[in-house]
């Protein structure tokens, strides 16, 4: 009854409000036995809500042990504010002889030539995703061309954007079911991936879409889990 005399902007403010504070509570209790971390990528696109939620998360004092970890591109770190109680680590690139032990172990199975692997290696610029992806597709086409290495060199993109779309474009059917899963986020359940097919009208039967989740296993490109 009270709610009737409030002035009309009041009720959605409130409610902000509360949703905060029934996050912080849930957040308090699901870290009380236990220490936990609670982890926002790309911090520099987060929304005004994110912000102040982990801010006050990060400002809570005497509660359980909860590590909040912020990562942020170098570039943006200037002109984004960050929680006052922080320490801030630099993640660089792997050094060349890492990039390298990387490249040699996404091919362990079938090892590519050792001029391949060291272009490789200095095209990744130490950018581990890159490093895997450009592996992985240099093992594909290797496997397609008598000349291992001239067809590695000169086939895989130079950049990640470009060696990703690449890659989608040789699964064929399943990189519709990349894009549409791409839409939820990083983890999806099956019955959630169906869904958005059906309302998206792509054609694709439960058999259908499990074949090409396969696929995109099998490349490397998505992992399932437990």
């Not at 992985?136 to 290495?149: H, N, Q």
């Not at 990703?164 to 939820?184: D, N, Y």
């Amino acid at each position: 009854l009270g709610l009737a005399h409030q002035p009309t902007n009041a009720w959605p403010a409130t409610q902000r409000q509360r949703q905060l504070e029934l996050l912080l509570e849930w957040f308090t209790a699901f870290a009380k036995d236990r220490p936990c971390s609670f982890i926002v990528e790309d911090w520099h696109w987060a929304d005004p809500s994110m912000r102040e939620f982990v801010e006050h998360l990060a400002a809570r004092r005497g509660g359980p042990g909860l590590l909040v970890v912020l990562t942020i591109r170098s570039e943006a770190a200037a002109a984004c504010a960050t929680p006052k109680a922080h320490e801030c680590i630099e993640l660089g690139g792997l050094s060349i002889d890492n990039a390298r032990d990387m490249v040699r172990l996404v091919c362990a199975d079938a090892p590519l030539p050792a001029g391949t692997i060291r272009t490789l290696a200095d095209r990744g610029d130490g950018v581990p995703l890159f490093l895997e992806e450009a592996a992985r597709m240099a093992l594909a086409l290797s496997a397609e061309s008598r000349d291992m290495e001239i067809s590695a060199l000169e086939s895989v993109p130079a950049s990640l954007q470009d060696l990703l779309m690449a890659r989608l474009a040789t699964l064929g059917p399943a990189k519709q079911i990349a894009q549409v899963a791409a839409v939820v986020g990083r983890d999806f359940s099956g019955a959630l991936l169906k869904e958005l097919l059906d309302a998206s009208a792509i054609p694709c039967d439960s058999a259908q879409m499990n074949e090409r989740l396969a696929a995109l296993v099998n490349s490397g490109l998505i992992r399932t889990q437990d």
